[in-house]
Each structure stands twice: as structure tokens, then as C-alpha cells.
């Protein structure tokens, strides 16, 4: 089934849009963290990060940082988080690859609800040599 994203690259539901080439399109997100809260979609539907390949994010990233520039310049926000949800796990709820580029301001109250967890003696180093690329 047709997640709203292609739905939207196909113009069959409206869409805010920023900016489109051949491999991306940008759209405002309708339910903003902040206002200007922007997307940067993959016009291929590749269902999360981990499928897409290297080359396709890097030009994802390459549109994420202008937006980000954009962000700042019109809007003066003080910061952006750039973010990807990667798989229902890590709460993304729509299948199709996009980054999130989210403009922040100083003291604007709002805030991730990561928790943070502590290593017991000696696990970081064990991580550590599992996790070497
Ligand atoms: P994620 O949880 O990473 O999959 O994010 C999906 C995002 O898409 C959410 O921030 C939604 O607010 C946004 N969204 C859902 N439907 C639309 C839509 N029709 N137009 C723009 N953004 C949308």
C-alpha cells in the first residue's frame, strides 16, 4: 500500500512544498515540532535508512543541510535537529525514508525523552570492540 509520502510525491494529496529534484522532495511537516519543521523525503520509497544506499543519503544530507541554512537565515532559529527515525522501534511511524530538520531556539522549552543508561565496569570496553567497524 502507498504510504502518505508517495501519495504526496505523486501530487495525489497536497503538500507545502520547499524544494524537488530528481531523488528528493522537501515539504513542510503538517504537525511541526517547531514551525518550519521541514522534510526531506526520498522519492524512492525505500522503507528506512538501513535500505538506502550510501550515495542517495549523502545527497539527502547535502538537502537537509540547505534547508537547514534556509531555517536559520529566514527564520533565525538558533539551531536545527537533523534526525532520522530509523524502523517503528525508533518511532518512525511513516515507511518511507525522510530526515527530519527541526529549527530550535534558545531555551524554547522543548526536549527529546531519551533517558541515559550507565555501563557496568568494563562493558564500554566489550561494546567497544564489538561495535569497531
Ligand atoms: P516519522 O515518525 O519519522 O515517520 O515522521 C513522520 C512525519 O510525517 C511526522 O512528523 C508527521 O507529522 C508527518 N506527516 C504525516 N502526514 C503528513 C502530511 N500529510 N504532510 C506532511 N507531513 C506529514
Same mark, same amino acid.
Do not use: W
Given at each position: 500500500? %502507498?504510504?502518505?509520502?508517495?501519495?504526496?510525491?505523486?501530487?495525489?494529496?497536497?503538500?507545502?512544498?520547499?524544494?524537488?529534484?530528481?531523488?528528493?522532495? !522537501?515539504?513542510?511537516?503538517?504537525?511541526?515540532?517547531?514551525?518550519?519543521?521541514?522534510? !526531506?523525503?526520498?522519492?524512492?520509497?525505500?522503507? =528506512?535508512?538501513?535500505?538506502?544506499?550510501? =550515495? #542517495?543519503?549523502? +545527497?539527502?544530507?547535502?538537502? %537537509?543541510?540547505? !534547508?537547514?541554512?534556509?531555517?536559520?537565515?529566514?527564520? $533565525?532559529?538558533?539551531?536545527?535537529?537533523?534526525?532520522?527515525?530509523?524502523?517503528?522501534? %525508533?518511532?518512525?511511524?511513516?515507511?518511507?525514508? +525522510?530526515?527530519?530538520?527541526?529549527? #530550535?531556539?534558545?531555551?524554547?522549552?522543548?526536549?527529546?525523552?531519551?533517558?541515559?543508561?550507565?555501563?557496568?565496569? $568494563?562493558?564500554?570496553?566489550?561494546?567497544? %570492540? #564489538?561495535?569497531?567497524?
Amino acid at each position: 500500500m %502507498a504510504t502518505v509520502f508517495e501519495m504526496i510525491i505523486n501530487g495525489e494529496i497536497p503538500s507545502t512544498r520547499l524544494y524537488e529534484d530528481d531523488e528528493v522532495l !522537501v515539504i513542510l511537516d503538517i504537525n511541526p515540532v517547531e514551525k518550519g519543521h521541514s522534510l !526531506v523525503i526520498s522519492k524512492t520509497a525505500y522503507p =528506512d535508512f538501513t535500505d538506502c544506499p550510501a =550515495d #542517495r543519503l549523502g +545527497h539527502m544530507m547535502e538537502i %537537509a543541510q540547505k !534547508v537547514d541554512l534556509k531555517l536559520r537565515s529566514t527564520l $533565525g532559529c538558533d539551531g536545527t535537529n537533523i534526525l532520522i527515525n530509523n524502523g517503528p522501534a %525508533a518511532g518512525q511511524e511513516i515507511p518511507h525514508l +525522510h530526515i527530519h530538520v527541526i529549527p #530550535r531556539y534558545k531555551d524554547d522549552g522543548q526536549s527529546f525523552g531519551f533517558g541515559k543508561k550507565k555501563y557496568d565496569e $568494563g562493558e564500554i570496553a566489550q561494546y567497544g %570492540a #564489538r561495535l569497531a567497524l
